[in-house]
């Protein structure tokens, strides 16, 4: 990978620069925009009411569009954090100087003169604008790098070979407890496949495969399986970039003497923007793939432990609230639970009637009996276990995951939770909080250090 590539957007010389760019950037548009205007008027009183215009109108126009995107078009379940949407601020401030700037420009002298001086706005808006989209990014942390951002390095992923499936020659898989580990071991893969829908009839996109060093030995012990959801908007690649699935992983197996879970990274949605609320609706037959299609690829594709009491599935967001929907729909299937700032139920819309209606044409019955809260409250899951995690600072979801905690273990959830420290509803409280888990489940599947 390049030295570019490799170029860290989170921290380091490029977020040292894109503030510098950025403070330079927005003294040359608050000058030209305003100031230097005013000055030629001598009225400093001008300059400060219309800079506090353009910070009110700014606010306004954030909160305008944070409103239509939750409340009008349903682009997003639940409100956005503080802290993007502080952060949206100077990026619009900074557009709504640079078009007072290019409104000054007009009969100015030469146009070559304007030009230049055009040229230096727009650049000047392009470094707030810049500043704005790193800090969100490094809230969100979802691209560390200029190869998550672009997805160069997900995308030089290879498919999964014959060689590492069941079909493949040589000894079957054998009892984890007989398997001993060989003085070497290859390092831990990972893969790209595509799951069909053969039952379910429904189109993810491409799944990514976690295969841990032990998996590469011969013969191969059988493992057990995580299953993971990414959140919403996203998609399956969002858990190598953000949450450092294969960093994670190969310490989990350094210090398991190879062993880790195989792990299947699949797509509940089917594209960025969609929400399937990871259930069988009007919507599609999300569920039936994940509880069909998916275990039946999984036994049939990859030698893993076919016993359900060792598997597990596990998301963020979206994806931990469809590792809960999964673990209390299907217990035969998915005996734990990793969930990392899960909803308190699925939801396409802030308005739980939205939700209803495009799931259920308004049958508010046939959505009650779906969340998993429903499954809690009427029935034992003795056996089975969750593990629930969410950012300290993000207030909301940590009274969600309370709740979901509270309820659990009335069910008869073994139950763990965790807050990460310094984190909001963001993938680092997935990429810190996942080791926990991984130890979680390990103690559960009996595999020890």
Same mark, same amino acid.
């Given at each position: 990978?390049?030295?570019?590539?490799?170029?860290?957007?989170?921290?380091?010389?490029?977020?040292?620069?894109?503030?510098?760019?950025?403070?330079?950037?927005?003294?040359?548009?608050?000058?030209?925009?305003?100031?230097?205007?005013?000055?030629? %008027?001598?009225?400093?009183?001008?300059?400060?009411?219309?800079?506090?215009?353009?910070?009110?109108?700014?606010?306004?126009? !954030?909160?305008? +569009?944070?409103?239509?995107?939750?409340?009008?078009?349903? !682009?997003?379940?639940?409100?956005?954090?503080?802290?993007?949407?502080?952060?949206?601020?100077?990026?619009?401030?900074?557009? @709504?100087?640079?078009?007072?700037?290019?409104?000054?420009?007009?009969?100015?002298?030469?146009?070559?003169?304007?030009?230049?001086?055009?040229?230096?706005?727009?650049?000047?808006?392009?470094?707030?604008?810049?500043?704005?989209?790193?800090?969100?990014?490094?809230?969100?942390?979802?691209?560390?790098?200029?190869?998550?951002?672009?997805?160069?390095?997900?995308?030089?992923?290879?498919?999964?070979?014959?060689?590492?499936? %069941?079909?493949?020659?040589?000894?079957?898989?054998?009892?984890?407890?007989?398997?001993?580990?060989?003085?070497?071991?290859?390092?831990?893969?990972?893969?790209?496949?595509?799951?069909?829908?053969?039952?379910?009839?429904?189109?993810?996109?491409?799944?990514?495969?976690?295969?841990?060093?032990?998996?590469?030995?011969?013969?191969?012990?059988?493992?057990?399986?995580?299953?993971?959801?990414?959140?919403?908007?996203?998609?399956?690649?969002?858990?190598?970039?953000?949450?450092?699935?294969?960093?994670?992983?190969?310490?989990?197996?350094?210090?398991?003497?190879?062993?880790?879970?195989?792990?299947?990274? +699949?797509?509940?949605?089917?594209?960025?923007?969609?929400?399937?609320?990871?259930?069988?609706?009007?919507?599609?037959?999300?569920?039936?793939?994940?509880?069909?299609? +998916?275990?039946?690829?999984?036994?049939?594709?990859?030698?893993?432990?076919?016993?359900? %009491?060792?598997?597990?599935?596990?998301?963020?967001?979206?994806?931990?609230?469809?590792?809960?929907?999964?673990?209390?729909?299907?217990?035969? @299937?998915?005996?734990?639970?990793?969930?990392?700032?899960?909803?308190?139920?699925?939801? @396409?819309?802030?308005?739980?009637?939205?939700?209803?209606?495009?799931?259920?044409?308004?049958?508010?019955?046939?959505?009650?009996?779906?969340?998993?809260?429903?499954?809690?409250?009427? %029935?034992?899951?003795?056996?089975?276990?969750?593990?629930?995690?969410?950012?300290?600072?993000?207030?909301?979801?940590?009274?969600?995951?309370?709740?979901?905690?509270?309820?659990?273990?009335?069910?008869?959830?073994?139950?763990?939770?965790?807050?990460?420290?310094?984190?909001?509803?963001?993938?680092?409280?997935?990429?810190?909080?996942?080791?926990?888990?991984?130890?979680?489940?390990?103690?559960?599947?009996?595999?020890?250090?």
């Amino acid at each position: 990978m390049g030295s570019l590539e490799d170029l860290r957007l989170v921290d380091g010389p490029v977020v040292w620069f894109s503030w510098a760019a950025a403070a330079a950037g927005l003294a040359y548009l608050l000058w030209h925009g305003v100031i230097r205007h005013s000055v030629s %008027r001598h009225s400093a009183a001008r300059s400060a009411a219309v800079v506090a215009a353009v910070a009110v109108l700014a606010a306004a126009l !954030v909160a305008a +569009v944070h409103w239509f995107l939750i409340y009008a078009v349903a !682009v997003f379940a639940d409100e956005l954090p503080w802290e993007p949407l502080a952060w949206s601020f100077p990026a619009v401030a900074a557009l @709504l100087l640079w078009l007072l700037c290019l409104a000054g420009l007009h009969g100015s002298g030469r146009i070559r003169r304007r030009l230049r001086r055009s040229a230096a706005a727009t650049a000047a808006f392009l470094a707030v604008l810049t500043l704005s989209a790193i800090q969100i990014n490094s809230y969100f942390g979802l691209n560390h790098t200029v190869s998550d951002l672009t997805g160069t390095a997900v995308a030089r992923i290879q498919p999964l070979e014959a060689a590492l499936t %069941r079909a493949a020659g040589g000894p079957a898989a054998i009892d984890l407890a007989r398997w001993r580990a060989p003085t070497h071991l290859a390092s831990g893969v990972v893969r790209k496949a595509s799951i069909p829908g053969t039952v379910s009839g429904f189109s993810s996109r491409e799944a990514y495969v976690y295969l841990p060093p032990a998996y590469q030995s011969s013969p191969r012990p059988a493992l057990p399986v995580l299953v993971l959801f990414s959140g919403q908007p996203g998609g399956p690649a969002d858990w190598l970039t953000g949450g450092a699935l294969r960093n994670r992983l190969d310490r989990f197996a350094a210090g398991h003497a190879g062993v880790a879970p195989v792990v299947v990274v +699949v797509d509940p949605n089917g594209s960025q923007s969609a929400n399937t609320l990871c259930m069988d609706s009007r919507i599609a037959q999300a569920d039936t793939f994940l509880a069909r299609d +998916v275990p039946d690829w999984i036994k049939t594709t990859l030698a893993v432990d076919p016993d359900h %009491r060792q598997w597990a599935a596990g998301g963020f967001s979206f994806g931990g609230t469809c590792a809960m929907q999964m673990v209390t729909r299907h217990p035969d @299937l998915y005996s734990a639970a990793l969930s990392f700032s899960s909803e308190r139920e699925p939801a @396409l819309a802030k308005e739980r009637e939205k939700t209803v209606e495009a799931a259920f044409g308004g049958d508010t019955g046939a959505f009650d009996r779906q969340p998993p809260l429903h499954h809690m409250a009427e %029935r034992r899951f003795d056996g089975h276990g969750v593990y629930l995690a969410v950012g300290e600072d993000d207030a909301e979801f940590a009274g969600y995951m309370d709740e979901i905690a509270a309820a659990a273990r009335n069910a008869g959830f073994a139950v763990e939770t965790r807050r990460i420290a310094d984190t909001g509803h963001s993938w680092a409280t997935a990429a810190t909080g996942l080791p926990g888990g991984l130890d979680f489940l390990a103690r559960r599947w009996g595999i020890t250090p």
